[in-house]
């Protein structure tokens, strides 16, 4: 059972980028599933969520109207729109349930102005 995120890169502020996090070895069906991320000498910070407690989407506020986030059954994306130098950071896809959390691996996203 493992996470595999890509799609970070390097691009211009205004640009775009596609996250995608493949699960194997399970589904999403009945999982929280949500993209994180983590900025240099920062905390993890919560970005989006499928299926959460509250909620069936949410977004934080700092990427609201500018991130998209979509699954189909064991594939998770986040379409980055208009991204800025403030959203350079390692990106993670999380799934949880029940006792079960799993992280992906992280991808690099680095925005420049």
């Known amino acids: 059972v493992q996470l595999q995120a890509s799609g970070g890169g390097l691009v211009q502020a205004g640009g775009s980028l596609r996250l995608s996090c493949a699960a194997s070895?399970?589904?999403?069906?009945?999982?929280?599933i949500g993209w994180f991320r983590q900025a240099p000498g920062k905390e993890r910070e919560g970005l989006s969520c499928?299926?959460?407690?509250?909620?069936p989407e949410l977004y934080a506020d700092s990427v609201k109207g500018r991130f998209t986030i979509s699954r189909d059954k064991a594939m998770l994306y986040l379409q980055m729109n208009s991204l800025e130098p403030l959203d350079t950071a390692v990106y993670y896809c999380?799934?949880?349930?029940?006792?079960?959390?799993?992280w992906g691996q992280g991808t690099l996203v680095t925005v420049s102005s």
């Open positions: 999380n799934a949880a349930y029940q006792v079960f959390n799993y």
């Open positions: 070895g399970f589904t999403f069906d009945d999982w929280v």
């Open positions: 499928i299926n959460c407690s509250d909620a």
